[in-house]
């Protein structure tokens, strides 16, 4: 059973991935948003651009 991802934060390199990933298990639009939070990225080690929810 895949494991819903309600949120992801990414930085900027990794934006196209993280709503790749978004459609995928979620099968609902992404919005895009600016990230208020000191969040680290999803994919790397990179304090977050965007939350993708
Ligand atoms: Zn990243």
Known sequence: MKEKHEKIYT????VEQAIDD???YNE???QLNKADEEEKCAYCQKT???LIK
């Open 11 to 14: 930085c900027m390199e990794h």
């Open 22 to 24: 978004y459609v995928n």
């Open 48 to 50: 977050s651009e965007y």
């Open 28 to 30: 609902a639009a992404p």
